[in-house]
């Protein structure tokens, strides 16, 4: 960075610092020498202080300083600090990073539930061979019968209708009393 045009990044971070206080997160193509430039600057306490954080773009080159990347990447903080990088940018950036922030949202999310559910289902067929020993389950057998069951009966059967019917029209009596 040029020290001409390092006054007004200087400048304008000491701004966003007075204005909006702590835990600001700037994001920028040059975030790792824009850090340098802070850290050796006169406001370097004052951003310390206020817990700066200095963010980088997509387009900050991986084989340029892949390790700063990781550490300051939108999609690598994990904190919704991140969310204050997109209110300055343009609609096609705020839209592709909200696309790729909830992307990765749901792979994780996903993930965590898939996990959860093998673990909770592990949990209960262990307590279900606890509780019956000798029962042995082959649920490609369960699945047949289900479908030989299905394949056999028409419709529902009757008594299930007329008990669903009937509770739709007590339902219904007690909303117009």
């Known amino acids: 960075m040029y020290v001409n ?17 702590h835990n600001q997160a700037i994001g920028t193509d040059i975030g790792c020498s824009l850090v340098k430039t802070v850290t050796a600057s006169s406001i370097c306490h ?3 202080d ?4 200095l963010a980088v773009n997509a387009f900050h080159g991986h084989m340029h300083n892949d390790k700063y990347q990781l550490q300051h ?3 690598y903080l994990g904190s919704n600090a991140a969310a204050s990088l997109i209110w300055h940018v343009s609609h096609f950036y705020y839209v ?3 696309n790729l922030h909830f992307d990765q949202w749901d792979t994780d999310k996903y993930l965590k539930l898939t996990l959860m559910i093998i673990t909770d289902y592990t949990k209960e067929l262990e307590a279900y061979h606890i509780m019956y020993p000798d029962e042995v389950l082959d649920f490609d ?6 479908l030989a069951y299905l394949l056999t009966v028409g419709s529902e059967p009757q008594h299930d209708a007329l008990t669903v019917e009937y509770v739709d029209v007590l339902e219904k009596l007690a909303k117009y009393k």
């Open 73 to 75: 990447h939108p999609l």
């Open 141 to 146: 057998s369960l699945i047949d019968e289900e």
């Open 96 to 98: 592709q990073y909200l």
């Open 46 to 48: 004052k951003a310390a």
């Open 5 to 21: 045009s390092a006054k007004y990044s200087l400048t304008t971070i000491n701004k966003l610092l007075d204005v909006f206080r």
């Open 50 to 53: 206020h817990q700066l954080l």
